[in-house]
């Protein structure tokens, strides 16, 4: 699935204008809590979040993700904005809450990671 | 700075400075992106440096970060002025965390810090003064 179908499949506004959409989304992660994220992503996952701060972008840029939907209509502050344009990372919102806006994703093939938390978990025991 | 063929790269983090945190985590990435370390040793050394540098901005005063880089190793540590930890076998535990509800804003303080550094370094080592600071040290390989 690449970003386009994501923002369409979620009718999803485009907050970073001019950035490429057309990057294929390889699975995705749903969290409010980035170090979730960090412990759990493969290179190219969909962050989907509440979490409107600067650590999203953070996180994104450490984790190699692709792109984050900010759920429940959320919206970061311009400056956030302005700084995931510079890195040219992709973010959209959405008013779909993040049950939906997972469960709409996955029903279209998206998957999430939780084979990387099974493996989290084995390294860990 | 150069070292006996080992390029050495500081830093000085600051406590409760949210926003930078993580930009020494992200300048680190991109100069090691640049001399060409492989994608995934490099994802590793970013979570993991970053991971520390969100600990020094969400616990401590002050941290030195110091990046090792050889063509064998990389070493990264982080020394820090701070509360220091009291059990740290307690700390490595997954969802173990002493976070404050600011720190849970933020998007941390789910007690994944320490076990997310300790699954993405080769090695590492933690030692810790209570009421002094903390020091861990990370290790990289890059020969394997």
Not at chain 1, 38 to 46: D, G, I, Q, R, V
Not at chain 2, 39 to 59: C, F, G, K, S
Not at chain 2, 111 to 139: C, H, W, Y
Request: charged fraction near 25%; hydrophobic fraction near 40%; proline fraction near 3%.
């Amino acid at each position: 699935m690449t970003l386009l179908e994501v923002q369409k499949t979620l009718q999803a506004e485009l907050l970073t204008l001019n950035v490429d959409l057309s990057r294929d989304v390889s699975s995705a992660c749903a969290s409010d809590l980035m170090s979730d994220v960090l412990a759990f992503h493969s290179p190219n996952t969909l962050i989907l979040t509440g979490l409107t701060n600067q650590q999203t972008i953070r996180t994104v840029e450490i984790a190699d993700a692709v792109g984050v939907v900010f759920v429940r209509g959320k919206r970061p502050e311009n400056e956030i904005i302005e700084f995931a344009l510079k890195k040219q990372i992709p973010l959209m919102t959405t008013n779909y809450c993040m049950y939906d806006a997972s469960g709409l994703l996955y029903a279209k093939g998206l998957s999430g990671v939780t084979e990387q938390v099974r493996n989290f978990h084995k390294r860990n025991d | 700075m150069i070292e006996n063929d080992v390029l050495i790269q500081e830093y000085s983090i600051k406590g409760w400075d949210f926003s930078r945190a993580g930009e020494a985590s992200c300048e680190i990435k991109d100069s090691l992106k640049q001399i060409g370390i492989p994608q995934d040793v490099l994802r590793r050394i970013a979570i993991a440096t970053y991971e520390a540098e969100m600990n020094v901005v969400m616990y401590a005063k002050s941290a030195t970060l110091r990046c090792e880089i050889s063509p064998e190793l990389i070493i990264i540590t982080f020394d820090d002025k701070g509360p220091g930890i009291e059990n740290i076998e307690l700390a490595l535990k997954p969802g173990y965390s002493t976070a404050t509800p600011e720190i849970r804003e933020m998007g941390f303080g789910a007690g994944m810090g320490l076990p997310n550094i300790k699954q993405n370094a080769d090695s590492f080592n933690i030692s810790s003064v209570v009421g002094k600071g903390t020091k861990l040290e990370m290790r990289f390989n890059l020969t394997h």
